[in-house]
């Protein structure tokens, strides 16, 4: 497709499961990053691939979660030993990075995976 | 959050009246942007304001920034229920596209 997607739409585990959520750029975009979004809060930045450039990891809440982004495409976030607490909106976007005028590094976002973890 | 605050957290108005948004944030910024939340999934870009910029409209909606201030502002005229959202501003950081959004501004637009 032409945008942002992401899936599963919905997951719902159980606490000490590990769970994978992936994302699929626009075709192109060479900037993607993720964002967890907890009820009625803003987003937190977790992390963010540009080109092959080593990505800035600095949101990750901790060493249980990781991501990778293989051969500058699909991203795959994973979260082991889920915790309660991990429960949210994971939001995925990319971007464009070439340096032309019309360029303005707009985030594209995919619908979110809604992480539940019981 | 972590880059900066947006006020209010909370906002209901009635349809046809202005809505204000306020965003401050903390570090130097390349450029700007809000974006809408509907239905707290997706975003959607709205508009964006270059650092050496001092406003810009589109459509009904209107962006300052005050970089001496480390403030922006979005202004939505003339409201319509269908304005019903979250709104986040968000700003790129650093030398890359690293983009850090705020805590957002819930409208609630009463018909």
């Known amino acids: 497709g032409a945008g942002v997607s992401q899936s599963p739409s919905n997951k719902v585990t159980e606490k000490g499961k590990d769970v994978e959520l992936r994302c699929d750029p626009i075709s192109g975009h060479t900037a993607l990053y993720w964002y967890r979004q907890s009820l009625g809060q803003g987003l937190e930045f977790l992390i963010y691939f540009q080109g092959n450039s080593a990505p800035d990891k600095s949101g990750l809440p901790s060493d249980r979660f990781s991501a990778e982004r293989t051969g500058g495409s699909v991203s795959t976030l994973t979260i082991q030993r889920t915790q309660q607490e991990d429960s949210a909106v994971y939001l995925c976007?990319?971007?464009?990075?070439?340096?032309?005028?019309?360029?303005?590094?707009?985030?594209?976002f995919g619908e979110g995976s809604r992480l539940t973890v019981l | 959050s972590q880059q900066g605050e947006e006020d209010p957290q909370a906002l209901s108005i009635q349809e046809g009246e202005n809505a204000t948004m306020n965003c401050s944030y903390k570090?130097?910024?390349?450029?700007l942007q809000w974006y809408r939340q509907n239905s707290g999934r997706g975003l959607v870009h709205l508009i964006l304001?270059?650092?050496?910029?001092r406003e810009k409209h589109s459509g009904r909606l209107r962006v300052t920034l005050d970089t001496s201030k480390k403030s922006s502002s979005l202004l939505i005229t003339a409201s319509r229920a269908a304005d019903t959202a979250s709104y986040f501003c968000?700003?790129?950081?650093?030398?890359?596209?690293?983009?850090?959004f705020g805590a957002g501004t819930r409208l609630f637009v009463k018909a």
């Open positions: 968000a700003q790129r950081v650093g030398g890359g596209f690293k983009t850090i």
């Open positions: 304001i270059r650092s050496n910029e």
């Open positions: 976007a990319s971007s464009g990075t070439g340096d032309h005028p019309g360029n303005t590094g707009e985030l594209f």
């Open positions: 570090t130097s910024i390349n450029n």
